[in-house]
């Protein structure tokens, strides 16, 4: 036991963790691991892959470190910064004032909207949330939305989207909620995408940034500043087409680029077909 | 870190969460306890071929993890059952005894998990209860003339039973502590509803805190009561000078 | 059912993403199980032996301690040592640590009752004996009392090494790769073959711990034990 920890080692405290990932020559950033095109296990390479991991690939770069990517679901994105565990969050992390209090978030590099999936004909406006049993992940922005607008919903909260899916799927909820590309991504994936659909409303706009520790200026100076030069670059939109570009199976038009103001071009999702 | 506990609303969702745990774990405790004595029944059947069978069951459920269990009966499963019976499951089917509505899947999911899984462990100290009776009682029943049933009724079960009364205890004290799995399937028990209040308070000392202390309440409580049922017995209070 | 699911990604399932990252799947729930079970071992053989040796306050102390920790569940353990650990005391803990600790202590809390009964079940008379030839009481436990009593607390030990086993499935909550957080990822993925997919997942775990059942219980036969 003794031998074990010493092997952790210990971290000082807030000092500079930036100087220490330089230091170290490892950028450990926490990613999804069940949400494609976000973050996904590639079966070819069996690693992880996706939108997030290309910019964290993109950052790691720029420090001239390595990358090592560790996969979470959402309620682990804030324990596992908190504590240390990991230097960044690139995890489709929604941008919260609730969560600005034990994160700090770099400036937004992708928007999206809360939609839903549901079997064809079921979900048509969202007066009739009310009534269903609805499937959300737990630890996400989702959840605490749909408790506050829609309290009479029955909400089964679930550690992941593909869960929540397969509930669908199942006929254990009758519709799944989360941010409209992920869904997008799940239906791309899905064997009998054709029974279900993804209703043309959206009931809340929100942007996503990567989470930074509390207190560390200048690695969030430094991810804003890279966020900032690959949109110059070029590089995020190429980056985007890896994943939503059109011949991918997740085709949508990039209405957010990195830089815009709040609330400008909000929604990245063109309505559902 | 200890600004002010948890709001009242957080330990709502903490005791709800306790209340489902317990029910969960009072009904699987009575139904495994059945089914285990059950199944140690099949076990020593003198027809090889239900004792053969009723062994591989054993050894399939003892020896595979929980968690793998409770992801089979809620996930595959129900991606096995014919459409309208998960309809049917899902569905509510009006209110039970005490207003307490019908379960959620998960929980049943839960149910059968957690009830299959601990039978079998109950099966095994059933039996070990069983074969820690004295052969000598058996031949002795014999030599006196009574019948087969007799001698299970009036000799071996109830020495059987005073034997496995602690193993059963911790088997029931082992049910509560593995309700804590069900989170992983969606069902609000305390471990879940621990991980709830952490998420939106971000306060991971108080939330984990408060469950560990509920769930050793628990578990004391059913030692405790054992300890009071053995106290109990007659032939202990017999042998006491 | 369609077991295609199965060999598509058997070799995901074994061992992770190993050689492109760190080592998972059935790999890694073998090496997190060895790690423990010898961790758990060595624990409860030092718990045990000061439980039986100890009377008094320090003794109340320490079956309070392994009171405690089996009356925690495992999930509750692994959430304070991973979680916890870091914000009070500054020590980082990777999952895999985190794990091994966990279930280090409390099948070290389940194996110090089980060698304390062990030594207890010994006659007197073997460490009467043992004084009276003048051995001191290190060496009367060495020599003497250890040899006798760990072949009785065998079965003990097999049972909670199967245990360990199938509580490295627990890793899976906080984000271990070990093989059912693997057989998850894939499950999720594919989405239509979980039935197959967990079946496949319960039969290595039914493989692992039938090795560790029938393998020691062979090696018990050889000392002429009857199992429990």
Known sequence: MALLVAACGGREGPDDRLAEIREAGVLKVAAFDSNPPFGFVDPETRRIAGLDVDYAQALADRLGVRLEVVPTNPANR????TSGKVDLVLANFTITEERARQVDFSIPYFASGQQFIARKGVLTSPEQLNGLRIGVD??????????????????????????????????????ISQ???????????????????????????????????????ALKAFVDQTLTELEASGEAQRIYDRSFGPQTRTPLARTYRIGQPAGAGASNLAPAA | MFDGFLAPRYLAWLLEGFGVTLTLSALTSVVALGLGFILCMARLSPVRLVAAGAGLWLSAFRNTPLLVQLFFWYFGVSALLPENWTGWLNASHGDFAFGLGWPSFEFLAGFVGLTLYSAAFMAEEYRAGINGVPGGQILAGRALGLGSG??????????????????????????????????AIGLAELSYASRQVETETFRAFEAFGAATLLYILAVAAIEAASQVLIARDPLRRAARP | MNFAVISDNLLYFMVGSWPNGPIGGAALTVLLSLASALASAVLGLALGIALSQSKGWPGMALRTVLGFLRAVPVLMLIFWIYFLLPVVFG??????????????????????????????????????????????????????????????????????????????????????????????????????????????????????????????????ARYRIRPA
Not at chain 3, 119 to 127: A, T, V, W
Request: glycine letters at 8%; hydrophobic letters at 50%.
């Open chain 1, 78 to 81: 804030i324990p596992l910064l």
């Open chain 1, 138 to 175: 737990k630890g996400t922005v989702n959840e605490i939305n749909l408790r506050d607008k829609y309290p009479q919903a029955t909400l089964i909260a679930y550690d992941d989207t593909p869960f929540a899916f397969t509930a669908l799927r199942n006929g254990n909820v009758e519709a």
């Open chain 1, 179 to 217: 941010d409209g590309p992920k869904l997008i991504g799940v239906l791309a994936h899905a064997p009998n995408a054709d029974e279900f659909e993804i209703p043309p409303f959206v009931i809340s706009q929100d942007l996503i940034g990567v989470g930074v520790p509390k207190g560390q200026a």
């Open chain 2, 150 to 183: 007799v001698i299970w009724r009036r000799i071996i079960l109830p020495q059987a039973a005073r034997n496995a009364l602690p193993p059963l205890a911790g088997q029931v004290m082992n049910v509560v502590k593995n309700s804590s799995l069900t989170m």
């Open chain 3, 91 to 220: 020590l980082d803990v990777p999952g895999v640590g985190a794990v091994t600790v966990a279930l280090a202590l409390i099948g070290g809390a389940y194996l110090a009752h089980a060698v304390s009964a062990g030594i207890d079940s010994l006659p007197r008379g073997q460490s009467e004996a043992a004084r009276a030839l003048g051995l001191g009481r290190w060496d009367a436990l060495r020599l003497v009392i250890l040899p006798q009593a760990l072949p009785r607390m065998a079965p003990s030990f097999v049972n909670q090494w199967v245990a360990l086993i199938k509580d490295t499935s627990l890793a899976y909550v906080i984000g271990v790769s070990e093989l059912s957080f693997v057989a998850t990822q894939v499950s999720n993925r594919v989405m239509v073959y979980p039935a197959e997919i967990y079946l496949f997942v319960a039969a290595v775990y039914y493989i692992l711990c039938m090795i560790v059942e029938v393998g020691i219980g062979r090696a018990a």
